[in-house]
């Protein structure tokens, strides 16, 4: 459900608001207020995705509200005046409802929110497949998983080795425990190796190469599946 926050000091204009967002049906009507002040206790509480919000208002305006938040949530103004259009895109505002507005006028906007949030969704699930969090020397270390060039496994030991740093990162942990958070450019292509498919500089004689110095041994077992993707981007005659 996307949380939203209502906010006008007319008491009819604020539950018509509060109405249309309740017929969403993934909208969620979190709060309701009447002036900026409160508004911006609700709104230091966190959870609110969007914020609906008239510009004329008294001791706070909505724009003095959305500029005195220093992470805003998504912002939609509604007015009686339409010059006050671009002063909200100034802001970063979705859009802006021009009053008296329809229930049809509402649901456009809501239907570009609900657009807004589902990228903004991806985009931050796409942020936290990129790193892992390991313990090693009594810490947790992040990892960015794009950095990863190889695993090294050591008995009950994995030695993880990053682009760019000189000594891996040496964590107590399986090899298929961490195989099975990887993604997808990841192979493992011994019983003591997993190597980021990006990182393959060259493949001569049973080996690969995913850095100048370092030549990793290809496994029986792993060596078809290894064949497979190599042969599935190899241009030749």
Do not use: W
């Not at 509060?18 to 309701?32: D, G, L, M």
């Not at 100034?90 to 990228?119: C, H, M, T």
């Not at 425990?177 to 500089?201: A, D, Q, T």
Request: charged share 30%.
């Amino acid at each position: 459900m996307i949380k939203c926050l209502a906010v006008d000091d007319e008491p009819l204009a604020l539950r018509q608001l509060v109405s249309y967002i309740e017929k969403i049906p993934y909208f969620e009507c979190a709060a309701s207020c009447m002036n900026g002040i409160e508004a911006r206790e609700v709104l230091d509480g966190g959870n609110i995705d969007v914020l609906f919000v008239d510009i004329n208002m008294p001791d706070m305006s909505g724009m003095d509200l959305v500029r005195s938040l220093p992470s805003p949530p998504m912002i939609v103004f509604t007015t009686a005046y339409s010059e006050y259009a671009i002063e909200g895109y100034k802001v970063n505002a979705i859009d802006y409802l021009l009053k008296p507005f329809s229930f049809e006028d509402f649901e456009k906007v809501a239907q570009k929110i609900r657009d807004r949030y589902a990228e903004k969704t991806v985009a931050e699930k796409s942020d936290s497949d990129n790193y892992l969090f390991f313990k090693t020397d009594y810490k947790i270390v992040r990892v960015e998983i794009p950095k990863i060039t190889y695993v090294e496994g050591m008995s009950e030991y994995l030695k993880i080795h990053l682009e760019g740093e000189s000594a891996p990162v040496v964590v107590l942990l399986s090899m298929k425990k961490l195989e099975e958070n990887l993604p997808s450019y990841f192979m493992r292509i011994h019983k003591s190796y997993i190597i980021n498919l990006g990182k393959v500089r060259e493949v001569n004689k049973g080996r690969v190469s995913v850095s100048p110095e370092v030549y990793l041994p290809i496994g029986d077992l792993y060596k078809d599946a290894f064949n497979e993707y190599i042969d599935s981007r190899y241009l030749g005659r």
